[in-house]
């Protein structure tokens, strides 16, 4: 099949387009490299089953020939690059979900929104199901990033009643793993860098706030899985092992075997308190579930940051 992946050169966007090429699959990643990076899709140059294009699909977009399934997981997608990107995180979320929404439709290709669990806001439901509709402040800080997701999913919804577009939306829980950016603000490239070069780690109030984190691997096959689905409402994808930021900085210390302390600081605004994934549904309807334990998905992603952090001192960005 021919495959289409928009922020293909992002974290998630990389190892999927891995995930369909391995599968005998030809794949074509389009990018912008707001934040995406080249040296996610480098070891894929030079193959001929593999296309990358800089292209910002906020702009029409245009492929030629057939196209059997689009990944839209275009988005800048932690709080450090969402708010300093805000108008461009709204127009990729609006302008840039239709474009992909109308190549799907004129392809009459299966079309996976990549959502968020974001949708969610500081959810009053825990765990949180599909069907909760959320506590978001639509003009908040976060409301950038989370209003065009939300927007995005209403979107492709409309497209599906109204055109019958195949369409799947996924809503993607905390994931990490290799080709994370290190300043990219979100707790697991900021714990593992400050750990490895021996600086505080730092929490953002007292740490009780909850995370459940889905290593990268797990996460791209719940979304191979949901595309090959009759499934057109949203499904989470997630893992739904919760535990504490503080526990979570624990846990890195451990596994880095680093003597860092940790650094208390005033909490962001609209930070959500609790988020945990109820995973029933793509239990049911997909046959999935993370496989991967915190542990073995922390050593692969600390072994893929030990060669590139800065061992000079830097100014921790926000976490999320």
Wanted: charged content about 25%.
């Amino acid at each position: 099949m021919r495959i289409v992946v928009s922020g293909g050169a992002g974290f998630v966007g990389s190892h999927l387009c891995d995930r369909w090429l391995a599968d005998g699959h030809h794949v074509i990643a389009l990018d912008n490299l707001l934040t995406g990076r080249e040296e996610n899709l480098a070891h894929l140059s030079g193959r001929s089953d593999f296309e990358f294009r800089n292209q910002d699909v906020v702009r029409p977009v245009s492929v030629e020939g057939e196209v059997d399934v689009i990944f839209h997981m275009a988005s800048p997608a932690s709080p450090v690059d969402y708010l300093k990107h805000p108008v461009e995180t709204m127009m990729v979320g609006s302008s840039g979900t239709k474009n992909m929404l109308d190549l799907a439709a004129s392809k009459k290709a299966a079309f996976l929104l990549a959502s968020t669990s974001e949708c969610y806001g500081d959810p009053l439901e825990h765990p949180q199901t599909e069907t909760y509709w959320g506590h978001v402040n639509p003009i908040g800080p976060r409301s950038v990033y989370d209003e065009a997701k939300r927007f995005a999913e209403a979107l492709t919804m409309s497209y599906n009643r109204e055109y019958g577009v195949n369409t799947h939306i996924v809503r993607i829980f905390n994931t990490y793993g290799p080709r994370m950016k290190l300043d990219d603000g979100r707790v697991v490239p900021n714990f593992i860098d400050q750990a490895l070069t021996g600086r505080p780690l730092t929490i953002y109030g007292e740490g009780q706030q909850t995370r459940s984190f889905c290593y990268v691997s797990d996460l791209v096959d719940g979304l191979t899985r949901l595309v090959q689905s009759d499934e057109h409402l949203p499904v989470n994808i997630g893992n739904p092992a919760e535990l504490t930021i503080r526990q979570f900085a624990e846990e890195i210390l451990r596994v880095v075997g680093s003597e860092s302390t940790i650094d208390y600081r005033p909490l962001p605004a609209d930070d959500p308190r609790q988020r945990r994934p109820d995973i029933t549904k793509a239990q049911r309807l997909l046959g999935w579930g993370p496989t991967v334990s915190l542990e073995t998905g922390l050593r692969e992603t600390i072994e893929y940051f030990r060669p590139r952090v800065d061992r000079p001192a830097r100014t921790a960005p926000p976490v999320e």
